[in-house]
C-alpha cells in the first residue's frame, strides 16, 4: 500500500460531478439563476444542457403546476439527474441537443441555459424558438 488511496475517487464522471461541483459551485449558480427569472406556476420550462439536474430541480421546487423539462445530451449525466430525489413538479428529462430541440414551438415559457457550454451555434437555435 502506498498510503495513496484515500486520494482515489470512485464514481463515474456524472456521479462525481454531482458529489463534488454541484454543492461546491453549481447550487450557488443554479440558486441564484432561479432567483432571478422567478419561474412562475403553470409555466412550461426547459432547462437546456441540465447535466445532473440542479437547475431542474429547483425550478420544479419554485412552480407549484405546470411542466418542467430537463434537456442534456449526455446520457450519464441524466442518469445522475433522474437518481437524485426532488420535490415539486414532476420532471422530464430528456436526452437530446440544444441544436434540435425535440419540444414543439410555442411549448416553453422559460428557457433555462445556466450551464450550456459556448456556441455561436446554439444561441440562434434556442432564439428560433
Known sequence: MSGHEHWQLDGSAPELYQRY??????????????DRVQ??????????????????????????TGRIIG???????????????????????????????????GAIDLVLANSVSSSSRIEPALSAR
Open 21 to 34: 461541483l454541484v454543492p461546491a459551485i453549481t447550487s450557488i449558480w443554479a440558486a441564484d439563476l432561479i
Open 71 to 105: 434537456l442534456d445530451l449526455n446520457e450519464g449525466m441524466l442518469t445522475v439527474a433522474r437518481s437524485v430525489p426532488h420535490t415539486g413538479v414532476p420532471i422530464e428529462w430528456l436526452q437530446g441537443s440544444a441544436l434540435a430541440l425535440p419540444v414543439n414551438d
Open 39 to 64: 419561474p412562475k406556476g403553470g409555466e412550461a420550462v426547459l432547462d437546456v444542457a441540465c447535466g445532473t439536474g440542479v437547475v431542474t430541480r429547483l425550478a420544479a421546487e419554485r412552480v407549484t
